[in-house]
């Protein structure tokens, strides 16, 4: 992949502008959508005091920064999350991303026959390895096994510490819809591992993925990514986002994606005050949702001790 492709493609945020996918995010998580002239955002919203939080991904799709920012700005909201490929020097005091926050992009168009050898040694060893080992790249067969594979992604994810991982409700949603893929790895009849993506236009992007601790002498991570990238060029997909990180908080991790040889494109995350009214309850809210979630952790895990 050249550097001008690198330049040109838009990233995993591009799938924020389109009407179909927001209505999937806006159904699960009783939001709305906000259509600002052909600028898509998502808004949460409250009676009386109309827009809280307000999402808007992806906005270099629709144009140029002064173009959607002046569309943007005119809102009334407690937050405004920007998420974009594209740096917005005037909106640096509000980065909330790391400074080494990347997306990390395979080139699918190498084509089935090429793609392993693009690898590093060590992960062609890995892979060829776990080929070895029965591990069975599939489809989820049912509700079941769907739900399995979360629960190993959260588990992995130490229930959202280490990194964000949406509702079930909205996995299962998507991975329903022409805008998601679920894939799972299988040991000996057991679910072991997990990923699941967003399907864009010509880009496949890492959601949420992960697997058994217990079994990662199987390199299921490695299969995994593999066998959907492979899937990804038979269905025509040109990209794999392996998803966006910063490349010093999780040094092993990093280091595990670079053996792919991606390329990386810079990943901005902001997050813009403005209503100070609405500022107060947003955050009155979400302190209190965590406080429940967090003592409702703890009884349940009180629970299964007993």
Not at 174 to 180: A, K, P
Not at 263 to 280: C, D, E, G, H, M
Request: aromatic share 12%; proline share 4%.
């Amino acid at each position: 992949m050249s550097e001008r492709d690198i330049i040109d493609l838009k990233s995993a945020f591009a799938i924020y502008q389109d009407p179909g996918f927001l209505e999937i995010l806006a159904r699960c998580g009783n939001m709305s959508v906000l259509d600002l002239g052909g600028l898509l955002l998502l808004a949460k919203e409250r009676p009386i005091l109309g827009y809280m939080r307000i999402l808007l991904g992806g906005p270099e799709n629709f144009g140029p920064f002064d173009l959607w920012w002046k569309k943007a700005e005119e809102l009334s909201f407690s937050y405004l999350n920007i998420q974009t490929s594209i740096e917005c020097p005037s909106l640096e005091s509000y980065l909330i991303s790391p400074k080494d926050n990347y997306s990390m992009i395979v080139d699918l168009r190498v084509g089935k026959e090429n793609l392993i050898k693009t690898f590093s040694k060590n992960k062609r060893r890995n892979i060829r390895r776990a080929m070895k080992q029965n591990v069975v790249i599939r489809d989820p067969e049912n509700d079941t096994e769907l739900e399995e594979a979360y629960q190993i992604c959260l588990k992995t994810s130490q229930q959202g510490e280490l990194f964000d991982v949406p509702s079930f409700n909205f996995v299962n949603n998507l991975v329903r819809s022409n805008y998601g893929k679920a894939a799972i790895a299988v040991y000996d009849g057991t679910v072991v591992g997990g990923f699941f993506f967003t399907l864009g236009h010509k880009i496949m992007s890492g959601l949420v993925g992960g697997y058994d601790r217990e079994y990662g002498h199987l390199n299921v991570g490695n299969l995994l990514h593999y066998q959907m990238m492979c899937w990804g060029i038979s269905s025509g997909y040109e990209f794999y986002d392996m998803g966006h990180q910063s490349l010093s908080q999780n040094p092993n991790l990093t280091q595990s994606k670079m053996q792919f040889r991606p390329k990386l494109k810079p990943a901005y995350v902001y997050n813009i005050p403005k209503s100070r009214t609405k500022i107060i309850l947003t955050d009155t809210v979400k302190y209190l949702s965590e406080r429940f979630v967090k003592s409702f952790a703890k009884k349940t895990a009180g629970t299964h001790k007993d």
